[in-house]
Each structure stands twice: as C-alpha cells, then as structure tokens.
C-alpha cells in the first residue's frame, strides 16, 4: 500500500484533494522547467503533443486503486466512499510507436550527482526485464531537478546496474555515459522519442 | 461519469463492494465457461498465464478514478474517502508479444445473432484507430454468453463496420467470417494469441 502524503509533507485530515500534486507522494513538488510544471505534467504534456501529431500513441495508467465502498448518493453518480491506494505492478506509461512497443517510468530526484536506486521497486525492474525479454522498448525517464537535466536511461542498465552494483545509487556519470541526455524544449518538453529514434537507428 | 450499478441491477446504498463484480456494469453477472468465472476474469487468467509462460506481457490497466478527497485516519494508510469512476480514455488492456504491441477490449453480449455497437465507445475506437495508425494490433475479444463462442475479431474491421454499417450492431455471421473463434481452454482460457500469431502469419 502506498503511503501518500500531502506536497509540503504533513498530513492533513480531509483536506480537498489536488489531483496535480497526488503524483508528488512522500516528496515536495519539484518544479520542472521553471514554468510551474511537475515533471509528471510535462511527459503527459509531452504524450499529449506526440498524440496529437499522430507520432506516438502512450498513456499514463491510471493509479491502481482498491475499491472497498460504493455510495448511490444519487441516481446517476456512483460514490466511492472508502478505497485505498495499491501498488502497481507495472511501469507508468506505455503505448505504441512504429509498431514497437515502448514501455518506461519518469523518476525524479533531488541529488546532483547520483540517482538513488530506492526510486524503483523490484516488481517494476521485473515487469521491465519481462517487457525486454518480449523484445519491447523499455527505459527510464530520470529527472535531475536540481541540475534540470533530464535522461533517457535504458532498462538493460539501469537493471544491470541494480544487480550488479555495490552502491546504493546511480552514479550521474554512468547515467551521462550510458543514457542519453534530452534537451527539454517547449513542445514536446520531454523529447524522448529523439532517443527511441537513435536507438533504433543502432540496433 | 460511468454510472456503476450492481450486478442485478440495482442500486444499493453503502453496500460493501464487491471488486470481483466491478467489472459487471450495467448488467448481470455473465458466466463464462460455467466456471464460475466472468469474461474478464477468464482473461485475465489468460494474460497471468501468457506472462508466468514468458509469452506475452499484457495487463488490464486500472479503472480510472477521480480522487477528490484523502484521510489519514492512520499514519501509514491514505484513505480515499471520496471519488467517481471516470471514463477510460484508452482500452483496457495492452501489452507486447514477440516486439509487437498489442491492445484490446473485451466485451459481451447476451445476443445470440449480432453484437450491439453500443458496447464500443466513441473514444475507444479512436484509440484503436491511432494505434493501427502505428502499426500496433489492435483488436476486441467478443464473448457471446448464451453462444459460449469468444472471437477475436480485427479493429480494422470493428471501425470499418461501425462507420460504414446502416445496422446498430455487427451481424454474428460477419463476425464468424471476419474474425477469428477462439477455443475456450482451461489454460488459457482465451487463447488470443493463436489469433494474432494468425494474424501475423498472414501479413
């Protein structure tokens, strides 16, 4: 179950709910490009964008939720009344471009030189190994939000590092040798299929 | 807003919830296979299968909720005390086979000679149409509770009817000529693959 707190960090007894925060769990809200954006809000813009202009079909999923109580308070509106956060058991964002499945997560971090690997869970790492084994593109979308940098990492790495290595965190220097840096633009700001192109085009 | 009723019909007020019969809208709850199991479930007994198998990586994507209030009546569990259902946007199921992406719906009738459009959404036939646009295999799994017969039947084929068809439902004959029948199995029960590894042959 995932513990969700409040933006600034505490915990508030029913207060209204902002559904352009809930994806800043345990964690402040990291602007993004300074134009009061999260970096969430930029990949759904960046989706958005390659939707529209008909060059890749990808959503976000929906929050896994557990539904425990329904409400007909009136005729035409379910109410749910009590349900609790789940664990997914998949990556965020997936979805088609050129034929070729894509699969990945966006993961922000407040440190300057490495990326914790505590932002990733094993059931993620497991469903992208499963997604590689079945020949689909998957990755990581890596925000450093204080450098505002952001990387297109590929699952291959980042699981291989996680298995391999003694550290607790990627090394930034890693990331800069095995990734590939994405030059954050006004639209789409998150280009990662700029990435997906020059992998394809090395493969 | 989807308007959730309970599975015979009716509308109960706080009832506890029963997640097993979500998935039954607006309608009674379908056997399938005189299993004791719903359509959905069979499938997704299906897509477990396929992916402890190593076969193909599909997963049912949540329901999309609107979150409008959270408690924290414990410190560790955020209580969602109140949201809607909201419509999907996209299908409900998608994933990667062999390199391919593949996404589908699964819907069921009670008809015993057409399957009623009113089953498809205007915005999920425009999620199909942009992903045959790349490339991806989209298709829906038509279940005919009284037939017990599942086809697999092409989106192609599903948009092409719905725009070009002066009927309000597709004819079980066009089904059966344009589709594929799928032999329920024990495991999986609903061997789509067979269909797209078909499909695939053929293009």
Redesign the interface.
């Known amino acids: 179950?995932?513990?969700?707190?409040y933006p600034n960090g505490s915990?508030?007894?029913?207060?209204?709910?902002q559904?352009e925060n809930?994806s800043q769990k345990k964690r402040q809200v990291i602007e993004f490009g300074k134009r009061g954006m999260s970096f969430e809000e930029a990949i759904n813009q960046s989706n958005a964008y390659y939707?529209t202009h008909?060059l890749?079909?990808v959503?976000k999923?929906?929050?896994?939720?557990?539904?425990?109580?329904?409400?007909?308070?009136q005729?035409?509106?379910?109410?749910?009344?009590?349900?609790?956060?789940?664990q997914?058991?998949?990556t965020d964002y997936?979805?088609?471009?050129?034929?070729?499945?894509?699969?990945f997560e966006a993961k922000e971090t407040k440190q300057k030189t490495s990326f914790p690997f505590s932002n990733f869970h094993q059931h993620q790492l497991k469903?992208m190994e499963?997604?590689l084994?079945?020949?689909?593109i998957a990755f990581v979308l890596l925000f450093f939000s204080r450098l505002q940098r952001v990387f297109y990492y590929p699952a291959e790495k980042l699981i291989e590092q996680y298995r391999t290595s003694k550290r607790k965190s990627l090394k930034l220097s890693d990331i800069e040798q095995e990734g590939i840096e994405l030059t954050i633009k006004i639209a789409p700001q998150i280009p990662y299929l700029e990435a997906v192109d020059i992998l394809l085009r090395t493969c």
């Open positions: 179950m995932i513990i969700c707190n915990k508030v007894q029913g207060k209204k709910y559904p809930f939707l008909g890749c079909v959503h999923k929906p929050t896994p939720i557990q539904i425990v109580k329904v409400d007909y308070p005729r035409s509106k379910a109410k749910i009344s009590e349900a609790y956060f789940k997914a058991s998949t997936n979805g088609v471009y050129k034929g070729k499945y894509l699969d469903h499963a997604v084994e079945q020949k689909g």
